[in-house]
């Protein structure tokens, strides 16, 4: 069991030392502006702050698979997500998104 325990342990830290040397260099700014203007994300990311968005190419799609993902599974995001890609044609924009209606945002599973 202690086996166990020490190669998740480390796992753990491979994978903490590995998302820091990712994370982008505005990244630091950007908690520092975030916890100045709101009182809940100076608690927050102090406790919580390891964590960063991974791109996914450009910013929008990066943001929409972080909205899409919020409070799901994975495989669950990934459905959704698909559903999202074909009701776009492929193609996920502010544009695209804006073009859907509320009925085609509902059944691609958004809420």
């Given at each position: 069991?202690?086996?166990?325990?020490?190669?998740?342990?480390?796992?753990?830290?491979?994978?903490?030392?590995?998302?820091?040397?990712?994370?982008?260099?505005?990244?630091e700014?950007?908690?520092?502006?975030?916890?100045?203007?709101?009182?809940?994300?100076?608690?927050?990311?102090?406790?919580?702050?390891s964590?960063?968005?991974v791109?996914?190419?450009?910013p929008?799609?990066?943001l929409?698979r972080?909205?899409?993902?919020?409070?799901?599974?994975?495989?669950?995001?990934q459905?959704?997500?698909e559903?999202?890609?074909?009701?776009?044609?492929?193609k996920?924009?502010?544009?695209?998104?804006?073009?859907?209606?509320?009925e085609?945002?509902?059944?691609?599973?958004?809420?």
């Amino acid at each position: 069991m202690t086996a166990v325990k020490d190669k998740t342990a480390k796992a753990d830290k491979l994978e903490a030392s590995s998302l820091q040397d990712v994370a982008p260099d505005y990244w630091e700014q950007a908690c520092k502006e975030l916890m100045k203007q709101d009182r809940i994300l100076k608690k927050l990311i102090p406790k919580y702050g390891s964590g960063f968005l991974v791109t996914r190419g450009d910013p929008f799609n990066t943001l929409a698979r972080a909205i899409v993902g919020q409070q799901i599974s994975v495989a669950a995001a990934q459905s959704v997500w698909e559903k999202v890609l074909a009701a776009n044609k492929k193609k996920v924009t502010p544009n695209n998104i804006l073009a859907l209606s509320i009925e085609e945002l509902r059944a691609a599973g958004l809420s």
